[in-house]
Each structure stands twice: as C-alpha cells, then as structure tokens.
C-alpha cells in the first residue's frame, strides 16, 4: 500500500481534479447517486401502483424494501473500501461454500435449488451476494498485479469466474450465473486485457454458439423458438411475449395514461409487476416514459463511471466500473427480453421491478460505489 | 519466470482504464440507442397494429342471440317452447390436470368416451384463453346434482343454463311440428355466420323448417371489455336481440291427440283439413318419435335405433308416404265420367264380378267376386258404384274415359303435384299418364293401365295430405284450399300460397250433388239387405249425430297373381293391403275432412273407417271445439 502511495503523487491523469471534501464526503454519501436513486425508486413506485391495479400495500411493502436497501446502501458506504478489498478473499470463499451447502440442504422451488434457510432467522440466495463478490474477488486480484494482466493471470481470473458460474448455473439458474459471468468478463475488461482476448472470446462465442443450443435444456430451447416466433403457441409460451409487445406497442408515444392500461389492469400482461413491469409503464406513458426512465438510468451509470475513473485504486476503479456496467446489464437484458430481443429469462428491471433481494444487492453495490468514492486518501 | 518490477504504473492502468470505461460507456449508449429503437418500432411505426391487439384482447364483441318464436296451436296450447338447458362446460385455463378431471367426470355422469374425443376437439377450434367449451348437454337434474356436490374437487368445471327448444308433446307433434337440431359443420359453412352468431340451434324439419327465418328473430351484440380470464369488467354498448316471431298453427292439439289415439300402436297417418281454410286440423304419423331427443344432439345407438326400425319411425308417412289411393279414386273416377258426359246418372252396367278388356285374356276381378261365380253387384248405377265400390263399374268407366281425361281431371284436385304451402317434406305422389309412361318407362300406355287407374290402383300413388286436400276440394265443391299448417298471415306463406292450383269450375253443381250424395250413401245408407248397404255403414254409419260423406279404399302392397285365391292370413302381416278412409262433415256444412291410412289394415271399410269416424266426432261433437271451429269459420 505504501508502494501505491509513493508511486501516487506524481499527479496522475485526473488528479488535477482535486476537490474541496465536502459534507457529502464526510458522511460518505454521493449526492448525486442517492438524487437519481430516489428519483428511479419514485418513478418505480408510481408505476408499480398502478401494475398492482392501484393497491397501496405493495406499494408500501416495496417502500420499506426500498428503505431496507437505503438504510443497507449507507451502512455500506461508511465502511472503507481498504476493507472491502482485505474481506473480499474471505467472502468469495465463503459464498462458494453457501453454495456448496445448497447442493446438501438447500430447497427447491420450481425445480431448481437457490436458497438457503436459516429456519426462523432468514432465506436468502447465495447467487445473489456472489453478484457483488465475483467483481470484488477479481478486482482483489488484480489490485496488486500488473495491467494490462498478464495471461497467466487472466487464466486464475477465468477459474474465479468459472466455480461460482458453473455451480449457480447447476442450480439451475442460467440467467445469474450468466450475468455474474458477464460482470467477471467486465472486470477483465476494464482491466484492460488485450483487444485479441476480447475479440477472440467474442467469436469463439458465436462459433460455439450452435454447440450450445445442444447443452440447452428442453425449456431453454423452447424459449428461444418462442423469441423467434411467438404465434407458435400464443396462448402457451408465447403468451407472455405477445401480450408484452402488445403493451408496448399500444402504449405509442404518450400511453394511453397513467393508471388505464388495459394490457396490464385487464391482467392480460403476466408478471406485470415484477419482471415486465416496463411493460406497464411503455403502456401508459408510451415511449416518452420509458426514454424518462431510460435518462435517469443513464445519469446514474454516468454518476458511477465518473466515480469509477475517479477512484485512486485499481480495486475501486474495477469494482466501481464493474458494478455501474452489470447495472446496465440488467436494464439491457431486462428491457431487451420485455421488447422482444432476446429470450426471456427471469432478469428484473432494477430498482423498478417488484421484489427486495434485487434491490438489496443492487442498493449494495451502490453503497461500495459510494464508499470508493467519498473515502479518499487525500482527505485522510 | 521473474517479476520485471515490483512496482505499478498508476498512471499508465489509470489511463487504460479511463480508456476501457469511455469505450464501455459509448457502447453502453449504443446499446441503450437499439434499445430505444426497438420500442420506437414497437411504439410509433407498430402502433396502429398494437392498439388493434390490445383492443381485440380486451374488447369482446358477443353475440346476445335471439329468443326463438314459440309455437302454438290454434287454442293458444304451447307446442313448442324454450327452456333452460343446462350443459356440462370446461375452462381449460383453470383446470389443473385435464385429463384427470375427464375421468373424474366420466365416474359422475353419463360421458362416453366418443363425447370426449369431440370435446377435445372443440377445445382447439376455440379463439382465447378462459373461453369455455361445453363437454355434455342437457344434463338431467340428477347429473347436475352430483356434479354440484364434486364441483369443489374440480376447478374449472362448470354447469351453464342455455336455452334450447322443447316440445312439450313429445311425440304426439314430431310429424306435424318438425323439429330443430344442434347446427353441424355443414350447416354452419352454408348459413349467414352473423345471424346465427350464438344460436346453436335451427329448425330442420317441417314448420321449423320452413319458417326458420320467422322464428329465429335477429341477433343482438354487445361489446364488453374483458380481464385475461375472460371475465366481464363492463358492457361498452349493447343492440338488443329481436326475439323470433311467435307462431299459431291451425293445428288442433286435442283432434291430433284424438286421432294419435285412435290409431293406436298400429302403423298409419291421418290428415285432417278445415275445408274452409286449408288449415290442418291434425296431421298423425305413426310411428312417432320424440323430437326433443334431437334437440340437444342424440345418442349414436338410440338414432342408429330409430333409422334402422323396421316401422320408420323418422318417416313422415302422412307427408312422405305415397300409396296406391284404391277405390278412395273412385268418386273422382265417377265425378270425371258424369262431367264429361260419359254416364249420366241413370246409365248402368250389369257387374257379373269381372271385366275383361276385348282381345284380352286377362281377368279384372271386383273385390266380392269368388271362384263360384256368386259374386258381382247385378245392375250398377253411379250412385251404387260409389256406394258399394263397384270395381267393373270403374274399369268400364275408366276404359270408356281413356287415361287423357282421366289425368286432366284427376289432376285439377291436386294428384301428381305437391300443393302444401308449408310443409317442406310434402311429396306430389304420382299422377301417371301416357307421358310419364312413355318417358320413365319407356313403353306405351295399354289399355290395361287405364283399367287398374279406374279403381286407383296401378302405377298411381297418393300422400294420405294430398287425399285429404282432394277431400276437402270435394267438401268445398271445387273451391280450392291448398293445405297450411300457420294460421296466421306471413309472407313466406303469402309466397307459397301462388302456386296454389285454380278452383274448379267446370264440374255443374247436380255433379257435385250427386257425388256427394254416393259418398254420403258409403256411410249412411243401411239396412236395405246383403249387397245393398253402404261399404262403412256397418262398421260407422249406425248412430251417427251428424252426416258424413266418406269412401273406402284398399291399395294393394302385393299384386295377386291370377287365378290364386287371396288368403289375407298366409301373407305376412306386412304384406297385408293399406286401407284407407276419406271423408268429410257435416255436409251441409264441411268442418272437417279427413284422410285415414292404415299400413297393411287390410280392407278399408272394416278397419280405417272407424278411425275416421273417431276424428270427426271428437272434433265436431266435443263442444269445445263446435265453438272454436265455428269462431274460426266466421
């Protein structure tokens, strides 16, 4: 550390952007973040009042989730990130024995086995603290090397990657484990692997793309032929897509109102509060409200990245960069699959989408971000 | 491999990752672009296609169909109503394990596995989720009790009340009503798709049939907007259903069931007509069925049952059923020779029991002639002719006339052509002449074809509806009055009643007198000895409150070969003679005319006259209707 310290002062790129540290810093809040996060937290709430047919107890049960994820964002952001780094080894090692454990005792709902329970104290998903613990375990790893990293080290990143992925996606839980792939692959991107392994991995992808469609399950497969022709079985899997495209496409430009969706007040959109709620909103408030929703989502990874390049460390910087690009992730995905692009799987559309745990990690990762950012050196 | 140097270079990662994070970023907007461009798609250039969706899942137009237009007879009795049906249905969307609940079903009620084969076929043929698609009709109160009680084990299942047609009298109407039947795939690509938008029914047969479009009424229509699972939220504007007109037939519930009666178990048809009107009083088929069973679709068994009986019981033989007419031709015969001037009144053959064409071995027998030589009616006149059915009187006559005259006149009372207005399944019997044969038989008229005609046997055939329209046009004195079953006025009648054929104004009224005279003689002239008395006094002219004009007739089933005795009691029973009985009363004053068949009854007089004579008291001597019948009249 001391190391880093010596070699800092030379003032590096952004360095000449030194700033006075104000009251947000002290209390380790950024302003900014938490502006956007409530505006996204209100919007979501609004729609999610009317997608519950204008019920205020969900409305509320959902307010105090988002409390919870507040109250959760804030310890987090007071902890320094010097011991974000020093836990991280600990909590990869402990996050792959809860999943480990699921294998022996945990339960199953719909198939799959996700959860642990601690009975009368708490049931929680494993998968979802590894979101959080996969960028933070390769951003450990690669604080002290060399970057560009070295393809030695590119390859004990790629097993990193790989243990969690593969044991959440036995679950089964394809959807995480790919994005916790993909978060991973973000950090070996942002850390600057070289152009040849990026694009080498990209069609390496596409080639084996057609082998893939073999290791498929029945219902995966099911969902991509449902993507590419929903009429096969409109009133079965292609229900739910048809019924969202026509939600959107009713909504047009201004919707048709708030609260007087038919698509979703009828009940004819399924999940309509949980992960197609962006159904509702495109119904409502038409395009207009979604490129609202769709700016206040870009501010806020605009906010991250700037926090992200302004980080002093290479472990801020890739945990900062990783957390605000997977939150793209899932507003990508999620949105992509409402709209018809791509396969339905189960993604939320964050901070909006009904639900406690999604809000919770992200509200988390939010919280390290903000830590990264307001615990700076220079004001030690 | 040894570390180069132990030291970073934070500028140097800084700047790659500031590198790496723009280029993210930048590919982060594009993504976020295509994303915006893919709702633009959905939401602006889609729009239009999209709202149509959205209003087509949400927006239901439903039909409200028509309630049908009952039936009544011409005393106001209820003969064909509606009432609540109430049929087994399945909402697939709710049923957790549909095959499960089939079974479970099949152990509750009466569901072969053929219903559940047609069911699973209307379940992919339906349009949304939630739609429910019925699995058994008409359950029994029974059923629907035990269903009721199982209900909370099987969601999903669901008893829904309908109306559907029923005719309280069973099979008493069957022939006389028609009926309706469930609408079929065949029916369904022929019929006008929006008229019969949600009625499941239309009339097949007979008045059903034929005022189909009086009865059915118009359909009405709401549009209701409707939750995913089908159910009602609000009705957004409704056009009220026009309830099908109600129809009143001149029929006569009591005089049908009379006459029902009084043909019993045995095979036969009986029409009665008001003379006046055309109006028909009862019109009996039997053997019946009961046409509430096809109402609602009917058993393979219990319709293969039906079809297959040797008694045709789906055979309309008061419509349908065409005879040989026997001596029931002869006043007409007689009434042809006297207009003619053939006969006159006084003129007479002496019958020795036979006649025999010139140059022709072959022997026509009257029906009292025996192998002793003893029988024959001695010296003939026309009156006696009709009165005792002389046949050598009518084949001489007959042979004297020539089949040209006999045709045209024969043809002015409604033979050889189907005179009812509404009654679609009437047949026009058959009418023979030198045409027809030469046409459909290829061979020239004989002389020996007149001779049989004369005592209306032969190639001609009659409907029990056309002999008692010809009664009836002897009744009125040539005034015609082509058979009707509505009562009141409609255009689909007003249309038919064109074709109704010509009065008849060639016949003096001393012709009329004097055939209505003989005919009133077969009924009323009694004791004047063997060999004198009418044929049916015997058996009805005794005790009668009111004067009947009448003919017997027997048609052959199975040609005697020559030279052979006919013994009734070694053919079959099937093979036996139809008889036959026309009349008409009062005479004075014609109320009512009638046509009997009885199938294989052996000699009319004997067997079909008495029938007859049971329909005309019930229904001019029963007080009741000596009221009706004369309201109507006037």
Known sequence: MSQDFVRQLPAGGFEFHRREAGIGDKIHVDATIVFLLLCISGYGLLILYSAVGQQSAPVLAQSIKLGIATVTMLIMAQIPPVVYLRFAPWLYVLGLLMLGLIYFVGFEVNGSRRWLRIPGVVNFQPSEIMKLVVPMILAWYFHDRHLPPKTRHIGWAMLMIAIPVLM??????????????????????????????????????????????????????????????????????????????????????????????????????????????????????????????????????????????????????????????????????????????????????????YGGTSVLTLFAGFGMLMSIHTHRRITL | MVEPLALKDHTGESRIYVERAVLGFGLLILLTLFLVGRLFYLQIVQHDVYTTLSDKNRIQVQSLPPIRGLIYDRNGELIADNIPSYNLVITQERVDDLDATLTALQQLVDLS????????????????????????????????????????????????????????????????????????????RRLDAVAYSGTDHIGKIGIERFYE??????????????????????????????????????????????????????????????????????????????????????????????RDSIDVPLFNRALQGQYEPGSTIKPLIGLTGLVTGTVTEEATIEDPGWFR???????????????????????????????????????????????????????????????????????????????????????????????????????????????????????????????????????????????????IDRVPDHVWDLIIESMEMVVHRGNQGYGENGTAWAYIGRGLEYRMAGKSGTAQVVGIRQGEEYDEDELEERQRKHAWFVAFAPVDNPQIAVAVLLENGGGGSAIASPVARTVLDHYLLDPRHRVASAAVNR
């Open chain 2, 113 to 188: 596995d053929a219903e559940v084969v047609a069911f699973r076929n209307r379940m992919k043929r339906r349009q949304r989720p939630f739609e429910s698609v019925p699995v058994l009709f008409k359950l029994s109160p029974e059923e629907i009790a035990r269903v009721s009680v199982n209900r909370y084990s099987m969601p999903g299942v669901e008893i829904e009340a309908k109306l559907v047609r029923h005719y309280p009298r069973g099979a008493l109407m069957a022939h006389a009503v028609g009926s309706v039947r469930r609408i079929n795939e065949g029916d369904a």
């Open chain 1, 168 to 353: 959440i996606g036995g679950q089964p839980d394809l959807g995480t484990a790919l994005i916790i792939g993909v978060s991973g692959l973000l950090v070996l991107f942002l850390a600057g692997i070289s152009w040849r392994f990026v694009f080498g991995a990209i069609s390496l992808m596409l080639v084996s793309a057609p082998a893939l469609w073999f290791i498929l399950r029945d219902y995966q497969r099911q969902r991509i032929l449902t993507l590419l022709d929903p009429e096969r079985d409109p009133l079965g899997a292609g229900w739910n897509i048809i019924q969202s495209k026509t939600a959107i496409g009713s909504g047009g430009l201004s919707g048709k109102g708030l609260f007087q969706g038919t698509q979703s007040n009828l009940d004819f959109l399924p999940e309509s509060q949980t992960d197609f709620i962006i159904a509702v909103l495109a119904e409502e408030l038409g395009l207009v409200g979604i490129v609202v929703l769709l700016i206040l989502y870009l501010l806020l990874m605009g906010r991250g990245i700037i926090i992200s390049v302004q980080a002093q460390d290479t472990f801020g910087r890739l945990l900062s960069g990783t957390i605000t690009f997977t939150f793209f992730v899932y507003v990508f995905v999620n949105i992509g699959m409402v709209s018809g692009v791509i396969p339905v799987v189960g993604v939320p559309l964050p901070i909006v989408s």
């Open chain 2, 357 to 503: 064409l010139p140059n022709d071995s072959r022997l026509h027998r009257d029906w009292n002639w025996t192998k002793s030589g003893l029988g024959g009616h001695g010296t003939v006149n026309i009156r006696k002719a009709i009165y005792r059915s002389c046949n050598v009187y009518f084949y001489t006559l007959a042979v004297q006339l020539g089949i040209d005259r006999i045709h045209d006149h024969l043809a002015l009372f409604g033979f050889g052509r189907n005179t009812a207005l509404d009654l679609p399944e009437a047949r026009s019997g058959l009418l023979p002449s030198r045409a027809w044969k030469e046409e459909v038989r290829g061979v020239t008229w004989y002389p020996g074809d007149t001779v049989n005609i004369g005592i209306g046997q032969g190639d001609m055939l009659v409907t029990p509806l056309q002999l008692a329209t010809a009664v009836a046009v002897i009744a009125n004195r040539g005034k015609w009055v082509a058979p009707r079953m509505l009562m009141q006025e409609n255009e689909l009648l007003k249309a038919a009643a064109k074709r109704t054929p010509p009065d």
């Open chain 2, 213 to 306: 479009p009086a009865l059915l009424g118009k359909v009405g229509y709401q549009r209701v907007e409707t939750d995913a699972r089908g159910k009602v939220m609000k009705v957004i504007d409704a056009t009220l259903p026009i309830p099908g007109e109600d129809l009143t037939l001149s029929l006569d519930s009591s005089l049908q069931q009379a006459a029902s009666d009084a043909l019993g178990d045995r095979r036969g048809a009986i029409v009665a007509i008001d003379p006046a009107t055309g109006g028909i009083l009862a019109l009996v088929s039997k053997p019946s069925y009961d046409p509430n069973l096809f109402v609602t679709g009917i058993d393979h068994a219990t319709y293969a049952g039906l």
